[in-house]
């Protein structure tokens, strides 16, 4: 299992609810980014992580989204009180120092 | 206006048609032009990766980029069913920072 892994691959919410959404990116890999696809549209830009260190959250829709990567691998991606417009694919991707992006499945994410 | 537009289709071939795909984009910085498959449900994975302007071909792929009319091209000849998918171009500026911007896709069909 060489690629990005993203958990869970489907997320029914309620709206108000918190979630968490986890990425595994790639071993070895320094940069971790990321998108939300709304349907029918490319993936937008949510944020950018160096290791640790959160370089980049200029694409965050709200202060209602966080994301962190506090041992420069495993990142989470957390929505709280989630609203309808939220409902998107989160995806997620990884790449070594200023080379290709690697992208996994994604999150599908839908509140109701 | 966004940054990157990008012909939404859906554009239906039959199987063996050579198919054109295009973008334009509005920012001059951009320099790194790349061109994505995603399948129904899955990630984007990078299939072409260019550098300013000029063509790159790869098996049945070609990308073309024109820096002076801020207008990239991906042609896939002899396409095959396989080839259905949304095609996602996607633009980067130079320089340390990998921040990319995508376009909206291409759903394309090939049918046999």
């Known amino acids: 299992g060489a690629g990005v892994s993203q958990s869970p691959r489907y ?3 309620k709206r108000g609810q918190d979630v968490a959404l986890r990425c595994d990116p790639i071993s ?3 940069s971790l980014f ?4 709304a349907l029918g ?3 937008e830009f ?3 992580f160096q290791n640790e260190a959160q370089l980049d959250k200029s694409g965050l829709p709200s202060d209602r989204f966080f994301a962190e990567r506090p041992e420069g691998s495993v990142s989470t991606l957390k929505i709280q009180r989630t609203q309808q417009e939220d409902s998107a694919v989160y995806l997620c991707a990884s790449s070594r120092q200023q080379e290709t992006q690697y992208f996994g499945p994604g999150t599908r994410l839908l509140v109701l | 206006q966004k940054e990157v537009e990008q012909d939404p289709g859906p554009l239906s071939v039959p199987e063996g048609a050579i ?3 295009n973008c334009t984009y509005s920012n001059s910085a951009f320099q ?3 061109w994505y498959r995603q399948y129904s449900r899955k990630g984007p994975e990078l299939l072409m990766y260019t550098y300013s302007s000029g063509n790159k071909e790869d098996g049945r792929f070609t ?3 024109d820096k002076s009319s801020k207008y990239i091209s991906l042609f896939i000849r002899d396409s095959q069913p396989s080839d259905s998918a949304t095609y996602l171009c996607a633009m980067k500026e130079t320089g340390g920072y990998q921040k990319v911007t995508f376009g909206t896709g291409t759903k394309l069909q090939v049918i046999p």
């Open chain 2, 63 to 65: 990308a073309q980029v």
């Open chain 1, 11 to 13: 997320k029914v919410a």
């Open chain 2, 32 to 34: 790194y032009f790349m």
């Open chain 1, 34 to 37: 990321w998108y939300q696809q």
């Open chain 1, 28 to 30: 070895g890999h320094v």
């Open chain 1, 46 to 48: 949510l944020t950018y």
């Open chain 2, 19 to 21: 198919v054109s795909l």
């Open chain 1, 41 to 43: 549209q490319g993936p």
